[in-house]
């Protein structure tokens, strides 16, 4: 059987998400301390999620069409594996105890949002795809007028995102990287960041409230009296992020003919080991290793610039291979459905 070459593009970008999944965590145990902290929160939250979920979707696509359960099934074990994970940790790092079995509100949502998606886009895989987006939007958007799918599963998640999965999963690879790769969608791309960052560098204060559209786990009453806008807010936002994430996927070069580039791409290809792990080691350092009050000694007015080398350490830390046996062992066992 013909194997289609690995496009280390995508593994760029993975671990291009992957550092920003792990810097946005980092950032929001700050956000209250920094205003920088809250700008690199809500730019790393504009995009990094729905486009880690189109990803999903677009390399689940085999997956669904050959109806693998035993890989789909993977996704609730990394759900659970996770949870202990951090489970642990907080017994070790706070001395507290706290296991729900499908309430989630921190990092493994996402295994269990993706398993669900999975399992939803078999279910409608006899209509038609259009029809399908247009009903996922429709309920991404009005999700959030019921306040009570939040955390539950990562329901409100799972639906939220769920136009991103199948947005990945209707498109080929090669496909869009093709439409994507020309220099108009470049500068269009390049603009826009620049602007989604002085917007932030400006405005923070005033438009911090859209964090909560941002995580998509919070029902529209969270807005106050804005709660009458959320629709229109949500398919906004669609629009907005279609368009950042395309940009930013045209950004990603095809090729990096360095170590560098080499390093990268290994990365990307564990980026589930790094989402794994990386919560506990950052409560780590943030409840063990005192690092931020060594960076306020040694750089006063600038300490919070240490969480980007930092979110680099903890990324390739994760992603050693001396973990990536155990990891696989324990997510992807050898099981037949």
């Not at 009903?135 to 955390?151: E, P």
């Not at 807005?223 to 279609?242: A, H, W």
Request: charged fraction near 15%; glycine fraction near 4%; proline fraction near 3%.
């Amino acid at each position: 059987m013909e194997t289609k070459e690995r496009i280390e593009k995508w593994d760029y970008l993975k671990f291009v998400l992957i550092f920003l999944v792990v810097l946005g965590h980092i950032a929001n145990f700050y956000v209250d301390k920094s205003s920088m902290m809250r700008m690199v929160f809500i730019f790393i939250y504009t995009f990094h999620m729905p486009l880690f979920v189109f990803l999903s979707g677009m390399f689940a696509k085999r997956n669904i069409n050959e109806k693998k359960y035993s890989k789909i099934f993977s996704f609730l074990i990394l759900y659970f594996v996770i949870k202990i994970i951090m489970c642990i940790g907080n017994m070790l790092i706070l001395d507290t105890f706290a296991f729900s079995v499908f309430y989630e509100s921190e990092a493994p949502w996402y295994a269990m949002a993706i398993f669900l998606q999975c399992l939803i886009t078999i279910a409608l895989s006899r209509f038609s795809k259009r029809y399908v987006l247009i009903a996922s939007i429709v309920f991404g958007c009005i999700i959030g007028l019921d306040s009570s799918f939040t955390d539950f599963m990562a329901l409100s998640r799972t639906v939220v995102y769920y136009p991103f999965f199948f947005m990945g999963y209707c498109i080929e690879p090669e496909k869009i990287s093709k439409i994507l790769n020309k220099k108009i969608m470049k500068i269009s791309a390049v603009i826009t960041l620049i602007l989604l960052a002085v917007l932030l560098i400006l405005k923070i204060d005033e438009i911090y409230w859209i964090r909560s559209i941002l995580t998509g786990r919070n029902p529209y009453s969270v807005l106050g009296d804005r709660i009458k806008y959320g629709v229109i807010i949500r398919f906004i936002y669609y629009m907005i992020v279609t368009f950042i994430g395309a940009g930013i996927i045209s950004l990603i070069p095809d090729k990096i003919n360095h170590k560098i580039g080499q390093w990268m791409a290994g990365m990307g290809q564990r980026t589930l080991q790094i989402y794994a792990l990386h919560f506990v080691i950052i409560k780590i350092f943030v409840y063990i290793i005192p690092i931020y009050d060594w960076m306020k000694k040694i750089l006063p007015g600038y300490t919070m610039l240490y969480v980007f080398p930092l979110a680099l350490i903890i990324t390739a830390f994760c992603g050693l291979k001396c973990f990536t046996r155990a990891f696989h062992t324990l997510v992807f066992p050898k099981i037949k459905v």
